[in-house]
């Protein structure tokens, strides 16, 4: 049954009739996800770690906000708007990018992969708390089930000393989910724009006290990294997920960032020639089946006038700016 959003502290966001995300959108969106973890592995052969992370934030940023401007969109107005702008940038950018790629130098291996991907159970007290969105008990379990299936792939690779940054980063990736709804009203692009750029800003910052001047290979490699990583990675992905965290239930929503390291291995194993073992494909097909769990417990409220009021939300949810970014 959909459900409609309520702020229970603090002030609320208009009321949007909320159902499941766009089936078609999220496999985009989780499948360039996973792609990225190809391009970050390749980007970081020519290019310091916080450097890297910085410059695919401000790449993102700088793009839509041109974007924006060509357009003539209307810019964020009020002290309000820049503070929940700001806030975002720096829990969803600074602190996000700064964690997951420090979590890549640390060595990190399987499960700081899956911890980095904690989203879905991390968001579920939150969305109940600050949005009244509570779950029921199949959602629940199917949830537990999607992240002890990635468990199950990651734990053949080790630990790594990055996963507890890959754990922060998973929080911050949430907190940014959740602060979605706290700039309904804005524009979409631009509000995503200027996002990245503050947060891109202090991250550059970042990056010159801890590694110094920045000392980039700028090859062919790395360039196509970069665009690939800022332009479709990060720009067209938040945008997108910003949208659709305006619309569906966040559980439904984040339940669909378990398949980005479904199917960034399914890359390894075709570009790279990774082999996974048994119990990789025990925990993939525990992954898959509680992703169908979770989106079916939410399907039946769908259909006739809540199907028809989520599409209404939608359409006014497009005005306004709401992962993270994600890998």
């Known amino acids: 049954m959909s459900t409609t959003a309520t702020d229970q502290h603090g002030d609320s966001p208009p009321s949007v009739v909320l159902g499941q995300p766009s089936r078609w959108r999220m496999i985009w969106i989780t499948s360039v996800w996973g792609a990225c973890f190809l391009f970050v592995s ?29 357009q003539r969109r209307p810019q964020p107005r009020g002290i309000r708007a820049w503070g929940w702008i700001t806030t975002a940038g720096l829990v969803n950018v600074t602190i996000a990018f700064a964690a ?15 911890l980095a991907n904690a989203q879905p159970l ?11 969105e509570a779950i029921s008990h199949r959602t629940a379990a199917g949830l537990s089930v999607g992240f002890i299936g990635l468990l199950l792939v990651a ?9 507890a940054l890959s754990l922060l980063s998973a929080i911050a ?16 692009v631009l509000a995503t724009g200027w996002h990245l750029v503050i947060g891109g800003v202090v991250l550059a910052g970042l990056a010159l006290l801890v590694d110094g001047p920045a000392h980039i290979e700028w090859t062919p490699r790395f360039l196509v990294s970069l665009a690939f990583l800022a332009l479709v990675g990060t720009a067209a992905t938040t945008v997108a997920w910003f949208h659709e965290a305006n619309r569906a239930r966040l559980d439904a929503l984040t339940s669909w960032t378990f398949l980005a390291p479904v199917v960034g291995l399914a890359l390894a194993v075709s570009v790279l020639g990774e082999r996974p073992g048994g119990w990789t494909a025990t925990g993939l097909a525990a992954t898959l089946t509680a992703m169908w769990v979770v989106l079916r417990s939410g399907a039946g409220g769908r259909h006739g006038a809540s199907d028809a009021a989520a599409r209404r939300g939608s359409s006014d949810g497009a005005a306004r700016a709401v992962h993270p970014s994600r890998y």
């Open 173 to 188: 990736v949430t907190g940014g989910t959740l602060l979605a709804r706290r700039l309904a009203g804005m524009d979409l």
């Open 42 to 70: 390749w980007g970081l052969r020519d290019a310091p770690i916080l450097w890297f992370a910085s410059l695919r934030a401000l790449v993102a940023g700088a793009a839509l906000v041109g974007f924006g401007a060509l």
């Open 100 to 114: 997951m790629f420090a979590g890549v130098a640390g060595l990190a291996t399987g499960v700081a992969a899956v």
């Open 122 to 132: 991390l968001i579920l007290l939150p969305a109940w708390w600050l949005y009244g």
């Open 155 to 163: 734990l053949p690779g080790g630990g790594g000393s990055g996963a």
